[in-house]
């Protein structure tokens, strides 16, 4: 069912977070705290993991050079999180699931579809599938969401619109156990391909151009369309590999758009994604 919620600046006042140096830390520590808080009325003896990284291992699955772990990988070498990769652009070789605490699916320019030139695309959805049937920590971002969308039984599909550049999405209703996300974010979007929702996912955020732009399954599974992880480097990365995609339409910028954005941008769906990476690993063991 449904739950309304409060939004973040109440909560923020309700547990006394007025210390908080500037809105991106509280809503990243407000966040946490929600997590730990379901958790804790959900299942007042399940162990709450307060590391926060040390000892965790995470396994990239990486499809081109150019889209690379932008924000994230800060945020887990200031955990010391081990950091493992498969790079198919190179190999498609996969690791043994044991050990690996949260498996990272990246973004790229292939599709999810493209099995008969790309057959590595098969084994690496039975990969998220059976990660995700052993209840790993699993962060899909644009082509990674996609992926794990059509591993759980989705369709892939060409979007009615192609979206690239900084545009809004808007956050669903909150289930009690879903990820709460701000109502209203501009973030980075390069996608031309959208997704059924898996079943039983919790649909979290859509956009005027994409209806489902972010989901969840579980407590361990998030699949987003758009880039949280996104940096100043990273954009220019993307943009000098697939400017050819710029091409003038509705939901298209141009370069100078794209580029024509504040740090606090940045900052802002940087704080996000490192909310949603505490979100998914605060409760492993």
């Known amino acids: 069912m449904r739950h309304a919620g409060r939004s973040l600046p109440a909560l923020h006042e309700s547990v006394g977070l007025s210390e908080c140096r500037n809105e991106n830390e509280t809503r990243v520590t407000v966040l946490v705290l929600c997590r730990m808080l ?5 299942h007042p003896f399940y162990p709450i993991n307060l590391r926060f ?3 965790m291992h995470v396994h990239v ?9 932008g924000s994230i990988e800060e945020w887990l070498l200031q955990r010391n999180m081990s950091i493992s990769y498969t790079r198919l652009f190179e190999s498609d070789q996969f690791p043994s699931l044991d050990g690996i605490d949260l498996i990272i699916a990246l973004g790229g320019p292939m599709s999810v579809n493209d099995e008969a030139s790309l057959p590595w695309l098969c084994a690496e959805k039975r990969f998220i599938a059976e990660a995700i049937a052993e209840h790993k920590a699993v962060l899909g971002i644009c082509l990674g969401s996609q992926l794990i969308a059509n591993a759980l039984g989705a369709k892939v599909y060409p979007a009615a619109e192609k979206e690239i550049g900084w545009f809004p999405i808007v956050a669903e209703p909150a289930m009690l156990d879903g990820l709460a996300f701000p109502a209203r974010v501009d973030v980075f979007h390069w996608h031309g391909e959208t997704f059924d ?9 859509s956009s005027a151009a994409c209806r489902n732009q972010a989901f969840q399954v579980g407590s361990r599974v998030i ?4 880039h949280l992880e996104t940096t100043p480097d990273s954009a220019n990365s993307i943009i000098l590999h697939c400017g050819d995609e710029l091409v003038p339409q509705r939901y ?34």
């Open 61 to 69: 699955l990486q499809h081109v050079p150019f889209e690379g772990l």
């Open 223 to 226: 699949g987003l369309q758009f």
């Open 53 to 55: 990284g040390p000892g």
């Open 252 to 285: 298209v910028q141009s370069e100078a758009e794209l580029r024509n954005v504040s740090h606090g941008n940045y900052v802002e769906i940087n704080a996000l994604m490192a909310a949603i990476l505490e979100y998914l690993v605060c409760d492993i063991d």
């Open 38 to 42: 379901f958790l804790s009325f959900r």
């Open 197 to 205: 929702l898996p079943e039983g996912a919790i649909h979290l955020a």
